[in-house]
RNA sequence: CGGGGCGUGGCGCAGCCUGGUAGCGCACCUGAAUGGGGUUCAGGAGGCCGAGCGUUCGAAUCGCUCCGCCCCGACCA
């Protein structure tokens, strides 16, 4: 329980919850502010959390059959400006380079928002006929964005990301393309981040700009409000035309190719906190936590703390033994501090389980095993838990999932009118599926009335005949409407 | 850009009204005891009081100007 008096103390959820955001993100040292204005410093341990969802994506995106790739980060103007709508679209959020080399320059640099202009532009010597065809990359790289309102991790200026770029020969390859990034981004949420996602299609008034239609998924954060977890774009020939990419297809004619890009960011670093947080801190799923047991070794003499070292040493090296308990991450916490300040350090920070081992348990053979979520507490003898460590992993991993999936759908709520849709999102808020008759002008009366936008209509909705819930118009399915970060 | 608030050791704050050589809690270092839910005690290190100008014998404190940050609004994925 977080007290008052200590530096560590934190935000209740319940109290503020941007406030207990901002404290696990600094105080479990995940990240800090820089010099710069909105722009952060990701500190080891956060640095680990990104590497470990860096590494999962990585491995779904070549497997699919991508290739890493870099490409600069400044892209001269005329290049950004060549596409209309995504200028239009980026423009206000473009830093510039206007000097270097202690001149003026001839024509200002953008520092990349996102790579889709230096990119097509790149590519048009490379495509030349059907057979170069589809041409499937990836970049792990940093962009920026000028923001006027930034939180850490949720909306940074610059942040770190992986952009997908792929080029097809026809409309229908890449609108697959466009599935398959998405899939990539629902597995990793999912099975990586235990982070359950609704997958659906952006409305146009919220897709990307220069893009024909938007897909994504969304999550629900643990104050009921959405996430945009990652979003996978069908490009068209939008980009192809602009930069004059041309193939010459099978059938001997020129064409432009259909384009497809999809971005998942260190925004999803956030949206693991504030999915699994609670009162005490970070709540991590053992697939992404940088320390998955922490051991606590309790002891006053010498000699205790020689047997309790042993039986330490020992059950770390039956762990070791099987090649799943040796990919188990164990940290012994021997700092002089007292077992109490261990336990609030190591919940604050996330780690799925801790082992008490005193000379109480060295005497039984066993440790007392405290699982984070629920603080439930468990004798367990030694050698079992070294050979069930690995398997209670997975099952935390599945209980989290689960237990955010239960949480987001009790907090997803039918209705049918304008009136219940306010009252719920002004009453105890979550997500929203009601009908909606694909008109923008109501899509941006619900905004500027509630705050509350479409984050999706989602693949699963099911076709069913309704009424609008603002003009009344015919509806073919139910959208999604919440209050998003 | 409009409204409100704040800048004092790493963090959180007091001191300012009523000028007089900067203080507290946490964190940090040393030592001893302690150790199963934030452990004590003792000793210690650390501050151009956001910046500049002014008033004054003397400014963290009073005045003016500037800079920065936070919250709300506006804007924005």
Not at 260 to 288: C, E, K, Q, Y
Not at 423 to 432: A, T
Request: net charge negative; hydrophobic share 40%; proline share 5%.
């Amino acid at each position: 329980m977080p007290k008052e008096g200590f530096v560590t103390s934190i935000t209740r959820q319940s109290e503020d919850f941007p406030g207990w955001y901002n404290d696990v993100v600094l105080k479990a040292e995940l990240a800090d502010y820089s010099p710069v204005r909105g722009c952060m410093i990701i500190r080891p341990y956060g640095y680990a959390i990104w590497e470990s969802m860096q590494a999962e994506l990585d491995g779904h995106i070549k497997r699919t059959g991508h290739s890493n790739v870099y490409f600069p980060l400044f892209v001269p103007k005329s290049l950004l400006e060549k596409e209309a709508a995504h200028v239009e679209g980026f423009n206000p959020q473009v830093a510039w380079v206007t000097h270097a080399g202690g001149k003026a320059l001839d024509e200002w640099l953008a520092i990349r928002p996102t790579s889709e202009a230096i990119i097509a532009d790149s590519v048009k010597d490379w495509i030349q006929s059907y057979r170069d065809l589809p041409l499937l990359m990836n970049i792990w790289n940093n962009v920026v964005r000028w923001e006027l309102r930034t939180r850490l991790f949720l909306r940074t200026t610059e942040f770190l990301w992986q952009e997908a770029h792929t080029f097809h020969a026809t409309s229908e390859e890449a609108e697959a393309e466009v599935a398959t990034g998405l899939d990539c981004y629902d597995k990793v949420s999912e099975e990586w981040l235990a982070i359950p996602v609704i997958k659906g299609r952006k409305t146009d008034s919220e897709k990307f700009p220069g893009a024909d239609f938007t897909w994504c998924i969304e999550a629900m954060m643990r104050d009921k409000k959405a996430l945009q977890a990652g979003t996978s774009h069908m490009l068209g020939q939008n980009f192809a035309r602009a930069a004059g990419i041309e193939f010459l297809d099978r059938d001997n004619v020129r064409k432009h190719p259909y384009g497809t890009s999809w971005g998942f960011s260190t925004r999803m670093v956030g949206a693991t906190i504030m999915t699994h947080g609670d009162d005490s801190g970070l709540v991590l799923p053992p697939n992404v936590a940088p320390v998955q047991v922490v051991i606590v070794p309790i002891f006053r003499k010498d000699e205790e703390k020689a047997a309790v070292a042993e039986a330490i040493d020992r059950f770390q090296a039956v762990l070791a033994s099987t090649p799943e308990g040796a990919k188990v991450r164990v940290k012994v916490d021997w700092r002089d501090d007292s077992p109490g300040f261990k336990y609030n350090h190591w919940e604050l920070r996330g780690v799925p389980f801790r082992m008490e081992i005193g000379p109480r348990d060295v005497a039984a053979g066993q440790a007392m095993l405290v699982k984070r979520v629920d603080r439930s507490k468990e004798a367990v003898p030694l050698e079992q838990l070294a050979a069930e460590l690995p398997a209670r992993l997975r099952a935390y991993q599945a209980e989290l999932f689960d237990r955010a999936r239960d949480f987001r759908d009790a907090n997803t709520h039918h209705v049918d009118t304008y009136q219940q849709l306010k009252d719920g999102l002004d009453g105890d808020g979550g997500f929203f599926l009601a009908p909606w008759c694909g008109g923008a002008k109501c899509e941006r009366q619900v905004n500027e009335e509630t705050g509350a936008t479409i984050r999706c209509i989602p693949f699963d909705s099911p076709a069913e005949a309704g009424k609008c819930v603002v003009c009344g118009a015919a509806s073919e399915r139910r959208v999604l409407f919440a209050r998003a970060y």
